[in-house]
Nanobody, 125 residues
Framework: QVRLVESGGGLVQAGGSLRLSCVVS????????LGWFRQAPGKEREFVAF????????YYADSVKGRFTISRDNAKNTVYLQMNSLKPEDAAVYYC??????????????????WGQGTQATVSS
């Protein structure tokens, strides 16, 4: 059984940074492509970032491009999301997920079958 546990959320002022982590257990981490999504109150869950198995291909939502960086450490079974220059509109619960199929671009939530419980990021103005 695949299990994902996110951490690293918190309260930060606008312009600040947070680094989210997601530890994946079960299965073979190096075989997984992974993504980060977020959901703000009253809004639908939206795609944030994707990284492939080897880490040499990434993809970002336009709203975070140039500010967020996704990376992975296969030795630690962990995927990261470095969030810089945070804006109040970035406030949300952030979820990591394992992608199990689908077409390019990898931004559809239906292509991700394993999800973590989420970590809250709050950005004050």
């Amino acid at each position: 059984q695949v299990r994902l546990v996110e951490s690293g959320g918190g309260l930060v002022q606008a312009g600040g940074s947070l680094r989210l982590s997601c530890v994946v257990s079960g299965g073979t981490f190096s075989r997984y492509s992974l993504g980060w999504f977020r959901q703000a109150p009253g809004k639908e869950r939206e795609f944030v970032a994707f990284i492939n198995r080897s880490g040499d291909t990434t993809y970002y939502a336009d709203s975070v491009k140039g500010r967020f960086t996704i990376s992975r450490d296969n030795a630690k079974n962990t995927v990261y999301l470095q969030m810089n220059s945070l804006k109040p509109e970035d406030a949300a619960v952030y979820y990591c997920a394992v992608r199990t199929g689908g077409r390019w671009p990898p931004s559809s939530a239906i292509d991700y079958n394993y999800w973590g419980q989420g970590t809250q990021a709050t950005v004050s103005s």
